[in-house]
């Protein structure tokens, strides 16, 4: 622990004492005139006060002995909105385009050696209370299908709602097949799916689930 701590520390005090360029735009955008990427990507590139986030992700992997991955999860949370600039293309299986490079500061590199522990700590809390939302939420959705399969009918594109409906799709059947028709308006007949109950009793029942 006390030597991954002397590297963070030493990792701190590197950094601390390089300075960075806070704002490159003031070059203008555009592709550099040698290399498929912008005049900001290699601009931040040539700063000796930023790393690319694989950069970064190599530097506290050294350090801390985590995996890759793990890494650069940690970094990411840590900086969020991270510096990035165009350079390189995508695969057409990737949709094509220009790629993405992310740049750590010296300030952000400091910031996340100074308190990695706390970063570490904040994301597994962060991944667990995300865990534990998904499976309440899916607790929650099997709840109201076993209620509704046992107290409801289920409706497919009727044009009038049931008395006591719980709405589930609402669509219109246009040219290139049926589309959700929610926040639209076109003078075009439109289609409810759902659940109906047969009282206002069990309805409210299904509403109050929690």
């Known amino acids: 622990?006390?030597?991954?701590?002397?590297?963070?520390?030493?990792?701190?005090?590197?950094?601390?004492?390089?300075?960075?360029?806070?704002?490159?735009?003031?070059?203008?955008?555009?592709?550099?005139?040698?290399?498929?990427?912008?005049?900001?990507?290699?601009?931040?590139?040539?700063?000796?006060?930023?790393?690319?986030?694989?950069?970064?992700?190599q530097l506290f992997k050294k350090a801390t002995g985590l995996e890759i991955d793990t890494v650069r999860e940690v970094i990411r949370y840590a900086v969020p909105n991270m510096e990035w600039h165009h350079a390189g293309k995508l695969p057409k299986s990737y949709g094509g385009g220009m790629k993405k490079t992310?740049?750590?500061?010296?300030?952000?590199?400091?910031?996340?050696?100074?308190?990695?522990?706390?970063?570490?700590?904040k994301l597994q809390i962060s991944v667990a209370t995300a865990t534990e939302a998904a499976a309440n939420k899916k607790s929650f959705e099997d709840r109201k299908l076993e209620f509704l399969r046992n107290n409801a009918k289920c409706v497919q594109r009727v044009q009038k709602q049931p008395?006591?409906?719980?709405?589930?799709?609402?669509?219109?059947?246009?040219?290139?097949?049926?589309?959700?028709?929610?926040?639209?308006?076109?003078?075009?007949?439109?289609?409810y799916s759902g659940w109906e109950f047969e009282t206002l009793e069990k309805y409210n029942e299904f509403v109050g689930i929690k």
Request: hydrophobic share 30%; glycine share 10%; aromatic share 14%.
């Open 1 to 57: 622990m006390n030597v991954t701590k002397n590297k963070l520390d030493a990792i701190c005090a590197k950094y601390g004492d390089i300075d960075h360029n806070d704002d490159n735009y003031s070059i203008g955008g555009g592709l550099d005139g040698s290399k498929f990427a912008s005049r900001r990507h290699e601009d931040a590139k040539g700063d000796r006060g930023k790393l690319t986030i694989g950069e970064a992700t």
């Open 102 to 121: 992310y740049f750590l500061n010296a300030t952000e590199i400091c910031i996340v050696a100074k308190n990695w522990d706390d970063h570490v700590q």
């Open 163 to 191: 008395d006591f409906f719980y709405k589930t799709a609402q669509e219109m059947d246009g040219k290139f097949g049926w589309f959700d028709s929610t926040h639209k308006s076109y003078k075009m007949p439109e289609y």
